[in-house]
């Protein structure tokens, strides 16, 4: 029983770590139809933000919270105007310019801090269900991703900013026509999504190997999740980073972590087999 | 320019293609021959993608699945057969069995776009994870250990056909490796003026319009798919002769992307254009490492971001561009007018099959 | 295998009269203030860089060294390195570049043991004497190929036991999912099993995996008494962060075969390094003579440098042997220097004594048992000249000079 109750807790927070890591990549992507390659560097540097500021004497929280998205997302908003913004409509020159956006960026952070970096300590002890000990952290990832997912929703559905970036997404001329300037909402959009992607970074920090490297990791299974939950930006996310957790940590528990991304990997092939427009295409139709 | 015009200069320009891989030998040293070697058979690997990507319309993010399963193909035969001749035939078969069943799984559930990448692209990331834990001694196809992320050393290259006792030497494989990357490069040139070639670009051009012409735009891409696999299978061979060497990173997600910025750099659309922008970047790559003073990724990074945005084309269409413009600078100013605006307009989009 | 074994002889004789004869002649031809050419292929961008920058540091300073004494043979040497980007394709090219373009009498290089298999036909092929200066899985077996660093029997043997001793009989395996961690796991059952141990189950993870959740979950519902730890690089230091933060940090003692060999003791934090056993053939923390002038020698000149661990010395030594054996020998010549270095070489370098075993062509050395504690390794025994059991198990270059491949060793028999 405790046993179960911990399996289920690993289960919520792979997917809620998964989420994390996915939303930023789904607001460019799913908004944008840009295929961010330097997706793993914007999280690389903002746990690089978080622990820098945390060593340097920030408060922890502080420095994972406000310092990780503020700097990705001004990085983003640097990489907008200086190279993405000359590229939007063009699938492939996006990929090929932010591959080689995330060398330079890895090139840039081993030249300035070495390939190491001393890490932060988790903040929050653990608990213990019945026998087993888990730690708060966990619960915390958790918190992080419902939050997170409450305001992404919240700002595109309710805001005017929303409306716009919306309507911006589905018709840039018509939304020109009436008087928007999509080129700021691109912008604003992009930054956004960086924003987001470096407080996954910032979060997952403290319970990551911090290395300029370290984005690697994430990249594919992120842009598989993407588009495996189809256009709708938090439904979609969250379905499809829900389903392959769930899968990967389920494998990985009866089997081995190999077989367990090699079942993530498989489920995903028959799922958008089966869902070509992604789960949200086939069962969240226009929701956000 | 004339389609006459055209097609001689192609003609002149696979002629002394001939002629150079044939001097090659006798005017660089032995380590730029087989530098040269490796470029080719990466260059193989580039066209297959050029033409399913350029001509098929098809995004493929995972044709190194096709390349490493040729190379793994032929090392196991080459250990178990101790001949070459049936392994590069393995090469070919294997790598175009599994495009066949993989085309047959996406294109017939019309999956297409972006979809379709992140597919091919999953598969590359499985068949790493499956080669990378075969380390075991279970894992052996009669006498070859897979030998899991160490790879499979040794293994042998190629000999003469039938006759395993007649290994080539460096010279004889430069002859090889060019000679298929010209084949190969004519193979296509030829295929894409026939009837087929034409209907693979109407079909990369309108798939709704070709099926409502009569053709089936589920066969046509999965025909171009399977040759696209048989094509890089072949290259994954070529490559394995080359290092007589292959291991499970092959199938890496930065190959894959490799692949990508070759065709992106010598410019979609074209056949030469990826056989440019693999020996370029393959150069540019092993140039940077042989420096000290900057991190390898910081340079690599830097200039592909830089051409991205001062040269979006890609190479060759942005060269054909103005060489065309002087060709028609010399005649009527107003046709230059024109063409220029045409090019305009196909920006960002792939340029048209000649 | 036998026949393809052959086959790749034939081929490699039959491409080395051709080859090898213009490279001798061009060979001999430099003067006797030519520089000697020494090759080095390590990973200075990429993944494995956090290893390789350090050992680049070593090697310079070893030549450096040398030249400083008067070089060998009365002619400087030159050190030719290229970055390899962690990308084994451009191990193979540069292998070629050094062997057929710069023409060098030695390299020294390859960090994994794919890179390693990757550049040792080309080698051999070649004929370039090759020196592979990394703790690995064991099991080379090639008269061209001289591999320096240390082996599971010089260091497991002695980590297994020591830390059963510590903490009780039944442990839990996780490893890094490659070769060496897998070949490293059959060792570390092999040798529980030799002390009376029990083995509760053998994880692999891939070296991309970041979330150690539901191992952590498996751990505590086996309940070892002990955990062993073969995995490898920066993401898989993520376990040690989790484990600490789930609070299991004291609860279990963990030993490892790999932690520590970057410079994990102080990127993570006190709390999370503290106690875990590790087994090397050097620690920056000796304090003999030599290994404190080489630690003051290295950061004192490389001031980024984190830690040097045994990759790090051991290539220096790997230097030093390979320069011994030239010296011995009286020339560059390769089959001479393999002959002087099968002698019985040995050179007392910062982690002690080294001496180059003829039969095996691996090292005997000292393996030293050491604890975290406050971020830094206390050496708690020391075991001076083990010798590379497990290679000579299955190798003998004296009796079959011409094997020429690595065996996996039958741990279970």
């Known amino acids: ?288 | 320019m004339s389609d006459t015009a055209k097609l001689s200069v192609q003609i002149a320009a696979v002629l002394v293609a001939c002629i150079a891989v044939a001097l090659m030998p006798g005017y660089v040293d032995l380590f730029q021959l087989m530098q040269f070697t490796l470029f080719a058979s990466m260059a193989v690997l580039a066209l297959s993608l050029g033409f399913i990507w350029g001509f098929g319309g098809i995004l493929c993010f995972g044709q190194t699945a096709f390349f490493g399963l040729g190379a793994y193909a032929y090392a196991v035969a080459a250990i178990n057969f101790g001949d070459s001749t049936p392994a590069i035939l393995m090469a070919i078969i294997v790598p175009s069995l599994f495009a066949l069943a993989l085309g047959y799984f996406v294109f017939y559930g019309r999956i297409s776009d972006v979809y379709l990448g992140v597919i091919t692209l999953t598969v590359t990331l499985i068949l790493f994870n499956v080669f990378n834990s075969t380390a075991g001694d279970e894992y052996t196809i009669g006498v070859a250990r897979l030998g899991g992320f160490n790879g499979m050393p040794a293994v042998p290259t190629f000999n003469m056909p039938f006759d395993p006792s007649g290994i080539l030497f460096p010279e004889h494989s430069w002859y090889v490796t060019g000679g298929v990357l010209i084949a190969v490069y004519v193979g296509l040139r030829l295929l894409l003026r026939s009837r087929f070639g034409r209907v693979a670009v109407a079909v990369r051009e309108n798939e709704t319009r070709a099926a409502l012409l009569g053709y089936d735009p589920r066969v046509v891409k999965l025909w171009v798919f399977v040759l696209g696999g048989a094509i890089a299978g072949l290259a994954g061979a070529l490559y394995v002769n080359w290092g007589a060497f292959v291991g499970p990173t092959i199938f890496a997600l930065s190959l894959s992307a490799e692949i990508i910025i070759w065709i992106c750099i010598g410019g979609l659309g074209t056949l030469i254009g990826p056989v440019v922008g693999c020996f370029l970047i393959q150069y540019l790559v092993s140039q940077i490492g042989s420096q000290q003073s900057f991190n390898s990724n910081l340079i690599l990074g830097a200039i592909l971001v830089v051409f991205v945005v001062l040269l979006p084309k890609g190479l060759v269409p942005t060269l054909r561009n103005l060489i065309l413009s002087g060709w028609h600078l010399v005649g009527d100013a107003r046709r230059k007018g024109a063409e220029a605006k045409r090019n305009d307009l196909a920006a960002g989009q792939p340029v048209g099959a000649e | 295998m036998t026949i393809s074994r052959r086959k790749f002889l034939h081929s490699t004789m039959a491409a080395s009269a051709v080859l090898a004869s213009p490279a001798i002649s061009t060979r001999y031809a430099f003067g006797a203030d030519d520089p000697i050419r020494v090759g080095s292929l390590l990973d200075q961008s990429g993944a494995i860089a956090s290893s390789g920058v350090t050992m680049v540091a070593a090697i310079q300073l070893a030549i450096d060294e040398i030249n400083e004494a008067g070089g060998l043979l009365g002619r400087p040497l030159e050190l030719i390195q290229y970055d390899t980007q962690s990308n084994i394709q451009l191990y193979s090219q540069y292998a070629q570049q050094l062997a057929l373009k710069d023409r060098v009498d030695v390299v020294h290089g390859g960090i994994t043991s794919a890179s390693r298999e990757a550049i040792r036909p080309t080698f051999d092929r070649f004929q370039v004497l090759y020196f592979y200066n990394v703790l690995y899985e064991g099991g080379v077996c090639d008269r061209n190929v001289f591999c320096t660093g240390t082996t599971p029997a010089q260091t497991v043997e002695k980590l297994v036991p020591f830390a059963m001793k510590n903490s009780g009989k039944k442990a839990y395996i996780l490893a890094a999912d490659y070769n060496y961690g897998q070949i490293t796991a059959k060792w570390m059952t092999k040798y529980m099993r030799d002390n009376g141990g029990e083995i509760l189950s053998v994880d692999f993870f891939p070296l991309d995996v970041t979330n150690f959740g539901p191992t952590i979950s498996k751990i505590q519902a086996a309940k070892p008494d002990l955990i062993l730890s073969a995995l490898v690089g920066g993401n898989h230091v993520s376990f040690y962060r989790q484990w600490e933060s789930a609070g299991m940090k004291g609860q279990i003692p963990i030993a490892s075969t790999t932690f520590g060999l970057v410079n994990e003791p102080s990127t993570v934090d006190a709390s999370v390094s503290k106690d875990i056993y590790g087994c090397y053939g050097y620690y920056e923390e000796l304090e003999t003579p030599e290994s404190t002038a080489f630690v003051d020698k290295l950061k004192s000149r490389w001031a980024e440098i984190p830690y040097i661990s045994e990759l790090t010395a051991t290539t220096y030594e790997g230097v030093y042997l390979w320069a011994e054996g030239v010296k011995k020998a009286g020339t560059l010549d390769r089959m001479k220097v393999i002959e002087a270095l099968e002698s019985g070489i040995s050179y007392k370098g910062p982690s002690g004594e080294v001496t180059l075993d003829g039969p095996t062509h691996h090292t005997v050395r000292n393996a030293y048992l050491a604890q975290v504690q406050d971020r830094k390794w206390n050496v708690l025994e020391t075991f001076q000249d083990v010798q590379p059991s497990d290679t000579a198990m299955v190798c003998n270059l004296a009796e079959n000079p011409n094997d020429n491949q690595q065996y996996v060793i039958d741990i279970d028999s």
Not at chain 1, 43 to 57: D, E, I
């Open chain 1, 1 to 288: 029983m405790d046993l179960a109750a911990l399996l289920a807790l690993n289960v919520i927070n792979g997917a809620a770590s998964l989420f994390l890591l996915c939303l930023g990549l789904a607001i460019i992507f799913g908004m944008m139809r840009i295929i961010n390659l330097a997706h793993g560097e914007f999280v690389m540097l903002g746990a690089y933000a978080a622990v820098l500021s945390a060593n340097a004497g920030v408060n922890i929280w502080i420095a994972m919270l406000v310092v990780a998205p503020l700097f990705v997302g001004l990085v983003g908003l640097l990489v907008e105007r200086c190279l993405v913004r000359f590229l939007y409509g063009r699938l492939v020159d996006s990929m090929l310019a932010t591959w080689g956006l995330s060398l330079l960026i890895i090139g840039i952070v081993t030249t300035i801090f070495g390939n190491t970096m001393q890490g932060v300590p988790t903040p929050l002890g653990g608990f213990s269900i019945g026998d087993y000990r888990t730690s708060w952290y966990t619960l915390f990832l958790l918190a992080v991703a419902i939050v997170m997912m409450a305001i992404v929703y919240a700002v595109l559905r309710y805001t005017r900013y929303g409306l716009i970036a919306r309507a911006v997404m589905q018709n840039p001329d018509m939304a020109a026509v009436l008087g928007v300037n999509p080129t700021h909402v691109y912008m604003a959009t992009f930054s956004l999504g960086a924003a987001v992607t470096g407080l996954a970074g910032g979060v997952l920090a403290p319970v990551s190997g911090i290395t300029p490297v370290m984005g690697g990791a994430y990249v594919a299974k992120a842009f598989i999740t993407v588009v495996g939950g189809g256009a709708a930006i938090i439904s979609g996310t969250l379905s499809a980073s829900g389903l392959f957790g769930f899968v990967n940590q389920l494998g990985a528990y009866f089997t081995t972590p190999v077989y367990g991304e090699v079942i993530l990997f498989l489920s995903a092939i028959v799922l958008i087999r089966l869902l070509p427009q992604g789960i949200s295409g086939r069962f969240f139709k226009g929701t956000v």
